[in-house]
């Protein structure tokens, strides 16, 4: 049995009024689960990353702002709005960058505005389903765009990843390591490299960990040593994730993508970026549009370690990601297909399909 089989990250405990989610923090040492029932546990378990990736964030959020307000005790629909919308608000600002986050929110308060007409009862009831649709759609959603990355590989191919854009960032296979799994289900047999991904360590406690468990071929490496790897025919492609697309094909993922692009570059190796349609963001015209969250400074110089490991009293830079290019991008994989150069044309063309089936769904 594979991780995908065995790891549900987040889910609902409704009987409990809880939501349940990996503690990420721990891995790989510890497998816990934290049942979290305040909103202030939640905004803390996304903004400490407890529970992160851009999937798994928008799926907390929705679980989180049902959560929130079902017990809010009214029979007007204005004041359930604004107890919604101060729950919506707070979550919100616990993570800049991540698209899915607001995604979310933005979609339980469209269900919330399309039944105002019901009884708070009902609903109550309507931003549950809404929220569990959320995370059933991810789920298909990942499944997806594992099939169509996969029909990009061949068999035995040596694959890098950055960060982790898994089954535990996601409902369920993940973006950038769904092929991975798919692939191993079916014999592929690929040879994943996994940096470290500094300074949070994501790809040593998080990737190498769940691929291990699926039982997948895995190489763990320092960050500065994919140029070597390149160039000495180890890879064949790259598989990483994002938290922003942008609507000329520039996206947002953790720190370190954009080097390890720049350097694929150089050696002709291509790039393949996974995410589903949620994370494109027509209203950001490019990457520089795009809010970069900075994070504590001791991330870098004290967390893992077990004495302080740089001079006291020096300033230290922390941004949580970085831009890559879309001149960088070899293909973005979505659940709605492979999408190519040129991405501003490309990604407008998905996306104007796209805003017609949802406006579609609503009316």
Not at 4 to 10: R, W, Y
Request: proline fraction near 3%; aromatic fraction near 8%.
């Amino acid at each position: 049995m594979s991780v995908v089989d065995k790891i549900v990250s987040v889910r609902l405990e409704d009987d409990k009024d809880a939501l349940v989610i990996l503690d990420q923090t721990l891995l790989p040492n510890e497998v816990k689960y934290l049942e979290l029932k305040s909103k202030e546990a939640i905004f803390e378990a996304i903004k400490k990353l407890r529970v992160r990736g851009a999937p798994a964030i928008g799926i907390a959020a929705a679980f989180g702002v049902y959560l929130c307000t079902k017990h809010v005790e009214t029979d007007d629909y204005d004041e359930f709005k604004q107890a919604f919308t101060e729950v919506m608000e707070y979550l919100a600002s616990s993570r800049p960058t991540a698209v899915n986050l607001f995604w979310a929110l933005n979609r339980m308060e469209r269900k919330l505005d399309s039944v105002k007409g019901l009884g708070i009862a009902e609903i109550k009831n309507c931003l549950r389903q809404e929220a569990w649709a959320i995370r059933e759609e991810d789920a298909n959603v990942c499944k997806a765009i594992g099939e169509y990355g996969l029909s990009l590989l061949k068999p035995g191919m040596g694959l890098l990843t950055h960060c982790n854009a898994g089954t535990i960032a996601t409902a369920q296979y993940g973006t950038a390591l769904a092929p991975f799994h798919l692939g191993q289900e079916r014999g592929y047999q690929f040879k994943a490299y996994v940096d470290e991904t500094r300074p949070l360590l994501q790809g040593a406690r998080l990737t190498a960990w769940e691929l291990k468990e699926s039982n997948v071929d895995v190489t763990l490496v320092c960050d500065n040593m994919v140029s070597l790897l390149m160039r000495n025919g180890f890879i064949d492609a790259c598989l990483v994730g994002c938290d922003r697309i942008a609507a000329n094909g520039d996206f947002a993922n953790k720190i370190g993508t954009s080097t390890l692009a720049v350097v694929a570059n150089h050696y002709g190796v291509p790039v393949y970026v996974f995410g589903p349609t949620s994370t494109i963001d027509m209203k950001c015209e490019s990457g520089d549009d795009i809010v970069i969250e900075l994070r504590d400074e001791s991330e870098i110089s004290e967390l893992w370690y077990e004495k302080r490991m740089a001079p006291v009293g020096i300033k230290a830079y922390n941004p949580a990601f970085d831009v890559t290019s879309h001149e960088l991008v070899t293909a973005i994989i979505t659940e709605k297909g492979i999408i190519k150069p040129p991405f501003d044309k490309s990604l407008a063309k998905i996306m104007t399909r796209e805003m017609k089936h949802v406006k579609k769904d609503v009316e």
